[in-house]
T-cell receptor, first 111, second 111 residues
Framework: NAGVTQTPKFQVLKTGQSMTLQCAQDMNHEYMSWYRQDPGMGLRLIHYSVGAGITDQGEVPNGYNVSRSTTEDFPLRLLSAAPSQTSVYFC??????????FGQGTRLTVV | GNSVTQMEGPVTLSEEAFLTINCTYTATGYPSLFWYVQYPGEGLQLLLKATKADDKGSNKGFEATYRKETTSFHLEKGSVQVSDSAVYFCALIWADYKYIFGTGTRLKVLA
């Protein structure tokens, strides 16, 4: 039972590079979200999706794009990486009847 | 708007000590409340939850009671172990699937 799978676990980018963080869930959850975790700030919502084809912005969306072409996948794209995007990123999925399940996280460093 | 406030850490305790981590919330209506735990290098895992006033969530010796009158959901454990060392997050969800997290409290238990 895989749950929520995130890749990669670690990534170093140069300023201005782009990349995609992958997230997949196998629980048929309708809701998926991306958070970033920074020291002293807890988890902040970047983008979320309530179902395939539907996405919306969270608290800190600037510099990130998402898409939800399938129920299972919810990739997060960094368009032009900046040092301020150095963080730990978590993907989560949930349903109306379940709590949120989290991936293991991606530690991103932008130099 | 909705918000969660939890006590700042770090909290350092000796093994077998009593633990309390305070959490209060602001929300209209009646949110569901959660405690998540994050062990080093891992994602968040659900520790316990309560969905209505006066509910008590419990798991692994941890307990928290949904107190509507004080808008609180304090986490307690009677005797902590070294293996409880982790970061603990209080969270709420209301009306939709978006979670609001506290900033996290780091617990360190010394042998």
């Amino acid at each position: 039972n895989a749950g929520v799978t995130q890749t990669p676990k670690f990534q170093v980018l140069k300023t201005g590079q782009s990349m995609t963080l992958q997230c997949a869930q196998d629980m048929n959850h309708e809701y998926m979200s991306w958070y970033r975790q920074d020291p002293g700030m807890g988890l902040r919502l970047i983008h979320y999706s309530v179902g395939a084809g539907i996405t919306d912005q969270g608290e800190v969306p600037n510099g990130y794009n998402v898409s939800r072409s399938t129920t299972e996948d919810f990739p997060l794209r960094l368009l032009s990486a900046a040092p301020s995007q150095t963080s730990v990123y978590f993907c989560a999925s949930s349903s109306r009847t379940s709590e949120a399940f989290f991936g293991q996280g991606t530690r991103l460093t932008v130099v | 708007g909705n918000s969660v406030t939890q006590m700042e850490g770090p909290v350092t305790l000796s093994e077998e000590a009593f633990l309390t981590i305070n959490c209060t919330y602001t929300a209209t209506g009646y949110p569901s409340l959660f405690w998540y735990v994050q062990y080093p290098g891992e994602g968040l895992q659900l520790l316990l939850k309560a969905t209505k006033a006066d509910d008590k969530g419990s798991n692994k010796g941890f307990e928290a009671t949904y107190r509507k009158e004080t808008t609180s959901f304090h986490l307690e454990k009677g005797s902590v172990q070294v293996s409880d060392s982790a970061v603990y997050f209080c969270a709420l969800i209301w009306a939709d699937y978006k979670y609001i997290f506290g900033t996290g409290t780091r617990l360190k238990v010394l042998a």
